[in-house]
C-alpha cells in the first residue's frame, strides 16, 4: 500500500494507489486515510479510475465538456477531486463492488445522482453551481413555468384586453400559483408516503392546505 505524502497547489496529497492508467491516485489525508482504513477492511486493491485532480486537470475536463468531446465535469475550483476526496471507480471491478456494501460506514457514498462510478469523502450533496446537469434541471423547470406563465398571461390578456399593469400583474400572480401549486403538490406527497407517521399526517395536512389555497384561488 502506497502512503507517499507531498504537497502541492491542491494541498497536502497522500498516493494512495495507482489510476488503471498506471499514474498516482492521490487523495486528501483525511480521504486517504479512511481509503487505507477500507483496504485495512478488506476492500480490494484497484479499480480507480480517477482521484485527486489538479486544477490545471480539472480545467481541462471541463473545457473538454463544455466543447462536447469529454464527459460531464465540474467548473475548476469547485470539484471535489480537486479537493482530494472523491474517486471515480470501474463499476465492473471488485472494490466498487465492495464499496457499495460498506463505503458508507467509512464515510463515502455517491455524491452525484447519475454517476454511480463517483465516491466522495464526507458526502457532500450535488449543488446547483457544481454539477451542471442539475443546474440545467432547475433552469429547465423555470422555463416550463415561465413558458406556461407567458402562454395564459396572453390569452388573458387578449381576451379581457388588460393594459400592460394589468397584465404584468396577471403573469406574477400566475408564478405565484403555479410556485404554490408545486409546492404543495410536493409535499402532499410526501405526507402520504409517510402517512401513517404522526409526522406524515402533518405534512399531509401542510400540503391539503396548499392545494386549498391554490384552487381557491383560482375557483
Do not use: C
Amino acid at each position: 500500500m502506497l502512503t507517499t505524502s507531498t504537497t502541492s497547489s491542491s494541498g497536502s496529497q497522500v498516493v494512495v494507489g495507482t489510476l488503471i492508467t498506471g499514474e498516482r491516485a492521490w487523495l486528501s489525508p483525511a480521504a486517504a486515510a479512511s481509503y487505507q482504513q477500507m483496504q485495512a477492511a478488506g476492500m480490494p486493491a484497484g479499480g480507480i479510475t480517477s482521484a485527486g485532480r489538479s486544477s490545471a486537470a480539472q480545467a481541462g475536463l471541463y473545457q473538454a465538456y463544455l466543447n462536447g468531446t469529454g464527459n460531464l465535469a465540474a467548473k475548476p475550483g469547485t470539484s471535489p477531486h480537486e479537493k482530494g476526496i472523491a474517486l471515480d471507480m470501474n463499476v465492473a471491478s471488485s472494490a466498487h463492488r465492495w464499496l457499495l456494501a460498506n463505503g458508507a460506514k467509512y464515510g463515502w457514498t455517491q455524491a452525484v445522482p447519475g454517476e454511480p462510478w463517483h465516491w466522495q469523502y464526507g458526502g457532500a450533496a450535488a449543488t446547483k453551481s457544481n454539477i451542471p446537469v442539475i443546474g440545467g434541471l432547475i433552469d429547465g423547470a423555470k422555463n416550463v413555468v415561465g413558458d406556461v406563465t407567458g402562454a395564459v398571461t396572453s390569452g388573458v390578456s387578449s381576451a379581457l384586453g388588460l393594459n400592460d399593469i394589468a397584465t404584468t400583474a396577471t403573469s406574477v400572480l400566475l408564478r405565484i400559483v403555479f410556485v404554490v401549486g408545486g409546492v404543495g403538490l410536493v409535499v402532499l406527497g410526501l405526507g402520504r408516503m409517510v402517512a401513517s407517521t404522526a409526522a406524515g399526517q402533518k405534512i399531509q395536512t401542510l400540503g391539503d392546505q396548499g392545494l386549498s389555497t391554490v384552487t381557491g384561488g383560482l375557483a
